[in-house]
């Protein structure tokens, strides 16, 4: 078993990830244009749910923070981890079947970056060290 890191540590290791991510798919001049769009979403408000919705892409958290969790009949919501600024959600649906694989919720205002997994894809196959970044998050 890999040494438990200290709280906080894998939700900044995913924060910095994303925040990289992004800025490689698109550069700061980019964001905003095609395959991009800034979202704004209420306190609790679902962003995606893995019953739902299909995956048309990913989203970076530009602020608030967000619960990522999986609902089991069994042991009820099982929280995956709570997601700051810079931190990538979604990223699952890249490599899944075009499915979100849990539900994400805010816990405050927050506003993402949605990246439409395109713009990924065309990303990762001019570049592919960016694949790097991924793994990071996974």
Same mark, same amino acid.
């Given at each position: 078993?890999?040494?438990?890191? $200290?709280?906080?540590? +894998? +939700? ?8 990289? /991510? ?6 700061? +001049? &980019?964001? @905003?244009? $095609? @395959? ?5 979403? &209420? &306190?609790?408000? !679902?962003?995606?749910? #893995?019953? *739902? +919705? $299909? ?20 042991? @009820?919501?099982?929280?995956?981890? !709570? ?10 649906? /890249?490599?899944? *079947?075009?499915?979100? *694989?849990? !539900? ?11 990246? #439409? ?5 065309? &990303? /990762?196959?001019? *570049? $592919?060290?960016?694949?790097?970044? /991924?793994?990071? !998050?996974?």
């Amino acid at each position: 078993n890999p040494a438990k890191e $200290p709280d906080g540590v +894998d +939700d900044r290791r995913r924060s910095e990830a994303g925040a990289r /991510l992004l800025l490689a798919i698109a550069g700061e +001049d &980019r964001v @905003g244009g $095609p @395959g991009f769009e800034r979202k704004h979403f &209420r &306190r609790g408000e !679902i962003i995606y749910d #893995a019953i *739902d +919705d $299909p995956a048309p892409g990913v989203h970076v958290i530009a602020t608030g923070r967000v619960k990522v969790y999986r609902l089991s009949e069994a042991a @009820g919501e099982i929280i995956l981890g !709570i997601l700051g600024a810079g931190a990538l959600l979604g990223e699952e649906a /890249l490599f899944a *079947d075009g499915r979100y *694989d849990s !539900i994400a919720k805010t816990i405050e205002a927050t506003t993402t970056t949605f990246i #439409a997994n395109v713009m990924v894809r065309d &990303r /990762l196959e001019s *570049d $592919p060290t960016l694949g790097m970044a /991924l793994f990071e !998050i996974a």
